[in-house]
Structure formats: structure tokens, C-alpha cells
């Protein structure tokens, strides 16, 4: 009975249990791992007898009671079992599935789908500048704040969000996007997709049908479609969405997806008169519009239009915002403005399903509107936002003559190259990649009939790196 | 022409605007907010015209551009409009339901539905100690990474969450729950509904059948079955779920949920043999086990069985876990592993509905957790809650003899009472919330023929508040 490391393990041995007192696991904790591994092995089969307490804790050089605390747990746990007459043996009733397992699983290492992007290049969009953001401020709140924080915290179970967060943006609804309403209709949500399923699971039923503009907000018609509502598409003119051509293709439909403010992707603003038919027959029709407004904040020349929601007299339209634009991305959090009449039904989802964002961000956030730091943070970006935009233009405008035509809507944070010419939107975007410029081709927007053409979004690069991209980009589709 | 506050409003008059240079608003804002409350108000008609800018900023005393200025946001916004000798005239275009409106809308207080608790009274469940928590490092870390954090955040795109935290969370579920799984196999989520959510819509189809155990965790219950899935109730015994029942009564199921650490709510703890009968029925019927697994880190006595993922050699088990017991409710995170061969679906159901939790929260607690931090709290917390548990047992063994019988699982942060003759538990609930406990009637855990008992939860509490709490409840129930 010698014991030799190199020796091949006998299948019904322990013979080569070892321990290292040098590792931080303890002594009774290594016994045990290594005979459920013997076990799950299939090296000391059911009602294979193991040495006595004493034997193996001679055997190993321990204290008895350490081997015994190590049978113990595996008794415990099933492994084992004591047989009068017989002492410890291994369970009898392990069946197959584990024994024919051969040996404990490793690591594994799974050729795991791409998640990760490469590092941004003009013009991904998405992005907000990160230099000027008030990091030093924000990390001032955050670590104040929770580094002595309410005891309170623990019991809050508002469904909808931190109060003091929900009345913040309901002020800087109000001042922002001319939108009156009280706290109480206002539910922080973990953005867009959060918002969507909540309104959905809400408001819809399972087949209903709803207006989506085409081209259009990809994500959220992919969040409804998924969840089994029917996308319309609906096309767009110059002042928004057709209601003429909704009525005319989906005259009975539950509701209306819209960014009346800005248009996802083309930029257009809906005016008044639209926006007015458009609630017009969500009354006649008892729909609900979704009126998405994500960026309305930047917003270069004149003032913007007032939210839809502020015209809305009958409690037809849902507000949905973000601060991922306006504020960063990396909160991941939004806000949604639902109808008084709506209040019950929505926290009645919001109970039943119960996920509302991590209270981490919400306090603080709210210290940061409350306080002013956050107008502030958006009018310092917008400042900053206009120029890199004017930059871009007046280099397009000197530079790209002939080869396409600029769309700037006088607000957000992106810009529409347009083509004289029929061109492969697709191919260019393509192209432009290898270059190392990101675009978006237009008709990627469209649910059919797409337009052609490339979107660039300039908010998360300096006007240096905006130039030299826009350089680069002239060259390449002047070649 | 004489203007007077307390003057009636005429119907198509300019005369009662008024302006306030003390106000923040800017002047040619506040002109164009009564504008545009005399054209929704009614008092200013379609087609009604306007004064000339010169009139008007005659009449408030202001400079003729203030005028223009306020004129053409509304020309902007559709309110007004420009006709050829007719100068500025209320637009002719604003329909019926903007005009019958009557008065804009003021702040709504609407009665909403009650979302608020009392505070805190013993013995609440889903509470965490508060007083031992570690604020100040958690505050430090929190403040320190965000006060200077790196760039590269703003392009992070992993649809599964912040790499280092899963990381951290494989290197965890390793020490402390047996698991061996790559980094890559494990989803951080918002907590359990997101991840119940998130699972359902990646291996579930709509009307698939699913073992629940009953009594069981009514929250996940719910979730699963507003999203259409049929949960086959299957009772427990004191080795938690009864395959056999599961066997009988829905044989092809498609999954099972389970909580054979400490079963929710009675915590009794599936043994090895029973873990085994239920794999391999799950791979007879080739169905996916959910594994929720939410306190196993708080085990008084001996040491948690493994993790039955780290049984599973068929890559049937779905771990799910949770920050709220073992840290905090308060950042709502939680996370899955899934089987490697899982991945792909799982990544596409992510990017799909794009909602991974706030990035804010997972690089702290990614160093929190690297750094050693979150094993000591865990420690501690696990000694704490020790005595706590202790103290409250001692006191229903020398005071409540007869009364009931404790059932006290060695492991999590709750006991139960047990009666011996028959009684009205949700009653009995009833009755202690007047006197200011707060206990749960196990009966409302059940789908069907209902158990009575009642769960006490002594995480959130001190030892004196649970003693008199204690004393209390003795006293109710006696008398």
C-alpha cells in the first residue's frame, strides 16, 4: 500500500486522495471534494466501502475528526451512506446519469457568439461625448449619497420609481417639453425595450395592430413584433407620418408607434396640423398614440415644438423619454407618461411583473435634476453638440459638391447624406467600414420601398475627428 | 383700449397678456405661452388675427424682436399663420378636439393606486440588514470609478452584461456553489423577473408546460404564466418536488422550476437522490430544470450541497441567482448561467429585446467582488443573521410550547411556524399586522389545498426587535 502520484488510479481505491495544507481550502473541504469527484468518477462505485475514519485519517495524517467532518458532509449531501455492519459506503441509489458521466466537468472555454464592438469611429451612433460629461460631479453624488444612504431605501417598493426622481422629470418635462402632468404619472423604466414591453403588456392585446413609421425605429418595432403585435408600416412624408395611408391600410389599428418631435431616422418634425389628425383619429378610433421622444432636448435653431403629449386632451398619448441621449447612455434608464385613466392598469403590470430599475441610479439622478447640474449638463452639450454639427456642415457643404445632399434637421444628434444618384446605401456603409468609418445605411430603417441613403451621427466625436472622417468619407465616395 | 387684470377675457382679444421680468421665463416665452393657452383655450378663434407686432410690443412694452420672436415659434409650432394683406392670423387648419377642449391642462393628482409600505415591522420578508452594511466602501468604490472612468464603457455593447463582474460572479459560484462554468456562460440580469423572462423566451414556447412546485415562488409563477406558459403545480414532500407527482401528472413537460437549496417558502433541501431523479427525467424528456437558487450562501450549520448544475453532465440545468439576499435588494441584479450549447439563443433573445441592466452598477460591483469585499460581507452576514436565527429560536422554544412547532431549515434568513390544530393562517396574518407584525401565511404560497403556517423573515432586524416582535406574536396567538 504505497502512495505514489504517478501510480493509475484504482477504480475503487482512495488510495490517492492527497492534501496540500499550503492551500487556502480547508483540510476537510479537500477530503471531500476529492471523494465526490471519486464518486462522480465512477472510481468508487455504489456501495463501494470506504476506509474507516481513523484508517484514512492515519492514511492522510490528519486529525480524525477532520475525516469525519468530511464524511459528514457528504452523508449529508447524499453521497454516501452508513450501512450497519458495514460502516460508510457509497450511496446505492446514484443512478447512471451521473456515474456515466466520466470525469467532472472543466472550465469551459465556448466559442461564444461576437458580443463585443470595436472601438467607435465616426460616426457610430449611440454615442454622447465623454470628455465633458461631469464625471467628477456625478461620482460626487453617487459616493456621497450612498455612502450614507437612507434607511428608507430598503423599504421602497414604489413600482413605478423613486419619487423624488419621478417629480424631477415631470419639472423638466414641464419646462423642457411643455408637458403638464403630476409625478404620479410618470414611471422610470430601464429604457426603450423596458418601456415598450410595459406599454405593450398594458395597453395591447396579443394580434392587435399599431402604426409604425417607415423607415422607423427598428428596435421597438422588433420588441412589438416579437411580442405578437402586428406592425403596420406606415410612410412617411416630409411632415411625418401618412395618417392618411394608416387610415387607409389599418383604419381599426390599436395604436401608433411616432417620433413627432424628430423623426427615427430621416429627422423630420411633425407640425401641428399633423400631429392634430393624428390624435384625431386616435380618438375616433379609441388608439393610443406612442409618442417617442428621445433627443428633442438638442435642438439648435428656434425652440422645439411642445411634446404632443401637451396637446393631447382625451388621454390618448403615451410620452416615452430617455436619458440616454440627453444625459448618458450608460444609466440605461427611461421614463414613460401614461393618462391618469392609465395609472392602475400600468402598476398593475409593473406589480405583477416586477422590475423596476435599480434604485442605485435613482436618488442620485434625481440629486442631479434637482440641483440644476443636469439642464445645465444639457444646454453646456447642446452648445458643444451645434458646433461639432456646424463644423460637419460647412466641410460637406465646401467639400462634397455633387456627390450627395445633406438633410440637417435643425436638431439631435445626427446628420442624412443624400443621393442624387441610385446608389447601394448598403454597399457604401460596407465600404466605408473598412476605411474605418461607420455610417448607417438608410434603407436598413425601412420595412419596404427603402430609400437610399447614410446617416452619421456626430455626438461622441471631437470636430478634429469628425473632419478627418468626413475627409476620408468625400475621398472614398468621390473615388 | 384699457388693460386690466381683473378685466374679463374677451373672446378673440390680445388685451389680458401680460408680462413678468422678475420671472426666469424669457420675455418673448411668456408671450408666446399665453398665445398659445388664448388659441387652446378658445379665446382666440381659427382665422382670428393677430395685432401686429408693432401693436402688441406697444402694448406690453417691449421690443418690437421680443414680438417677432414669439410670433414666429408659433408660426413654427402651426398655431399661427401668415396670409397675404391679413398679416399674422390664428391658423385655420386646428381642428375640433384642440379647440372644445376648454382650458389646458393643470398638474394632475390623480388618486393613485397605493404603491407605498408602512415602514418596516417584523418580520416583513425580502429584507436585508442595513446597519451592517458596508456603505462606506461601497459608497468609495462607487464614487471612485465613476468620478474617473475609462472610455471604453461608452462602446461596451455586451448584450450579457460588464465582463469583469462575470467573471467575478464564475469565480464565485465556483467557491461558494460548486459550479465550474466560463465566464461566458453567465448573463448578468435585473433581477428574477428579467431573468425568468429572458429564459421563457429562449427555450420556452407559448402554452409549453412547466413543473412548479407547490407551494412555490409566486412571483415566478406569475411571470411565467401572464407570458402564456401553462405551470403544472407539483406538490413537495420533505425532500422537495415529487418527480413522481411531476411524472403523473405532466410526464412531457417542457421545463421545471426548482429550488433545491432551500425550497421557497418551506426550505426544506432537495437531497442528492432527488436532484438525480429529476435530471434524469429532464433528460428522458429532454426539458430544461430552472435551478433558483437565491440565499444557499447563508447555511448555518454544515455546508450547502453543490449546485445541481454542477450534477448536470447533459447541460439541462439553467442556474439563476441574485444580489438581493446575499447583498442588497437595492441594485436589483441578479444573474443566469446557462449551458454552453445555450449561448447563442440566449445572446440572440438579449441583443433581440436590447435591455441588459444599467452598466452603473457592474464594474463596482465587479471590484467589490475581485477585491474580496463581497466574501467578507457575505461572512459577516452569515454570522449575524446566525444569531439572529438563534435568538429567535430560543425564544419559541422556552415561550411558545404548544403553541405552534418551528420548523427551521439550517440555512436562509426565515423560519416557519407550524400549527397543530387547524387554522386560519391568512386570519392570523391579518390579526398580527393590526398589532404591527408582519408575518406571511404559507397557505398563500400554494396553488392548491393549501398548508397553513406562518414565515417569519429575521434578516432585516435586530435582535432586540425580533425578540419583542417575538414576545408580541406569543402573546397574540395565546390569548
Redesign the interface.
Known sequence: MQRSSSRPVQSTSTHDLGIDRADAEPIQ?QIARQLRELVLGGRLKPKARLPSTRALSEQLGVARATVVEAY??LL????LETRLGSGTVV?A??????L??GK???????S??R???E??RPFRSG??D?ENFP??E???I????????P??????????GWMPLRRAIAAHLFEWRGI???P??VIVT?????AF?LIR?AVFNDGDSIWFEDPGYV?AR??FT?AGLNCVAVRIDRDGLLVSEGRKNAKDARGAFVTPARQYPTGVTM???RR??L??WA?EAKSIIIEDDYDSEYRYV??P??AMM??D??GCVIYSGTFSKVFS?????GFIVVP?KM??KF?EERV??????????QPALAQFMEQGQFAVHIRRMRRLYASRREALLNYFSNEAKGLFTVDAPPSGLSIMLRFRKAVDDVEIEQKLLKGGIEVQALSQYYASKPEKGLLLSFA?FSEAELLQAAKKLVESLGS
Open positions: 473541504d459528514e458532509q449529508g449531501e447524499g453521497y450511496a441509489q446514484l443512478p447512471d446519469v451521473l456515466s458521466a467532472p466537468r472543466v472550465a469551459a472555454t465556448p461564444s457568439p458580443l463585443k464592438r472601438p467607435a454615442l454622447v465623454w464625471h467628477d456625478w461620482g460626487r453617487l459616493g456621497r449619497y450612498w455612502r450614507n444612504p434607511i428608507s431605501l430598503l423599504e421602497h417598493n414604489d413600482a413605478f403638464t402632468c403630476a404620479e404619472q430601464s429604457g426603450g425595450p423596458d414591453d403588456r428596435t422588433r420588441v416579437l407640425p401641428l396640423s392634430l389628425e390624435i384625431a380618438n428656434g425652440k415644438l411642445p401637451s396637446l386632451r382625451s447612455p450608460i444609466i440605461r434608464m391618469e395609472i392602475r402598476c405583477a411583473y416586477g422590475a423596476p430599475p435599480s434604485l442605485l441610479v461622441g
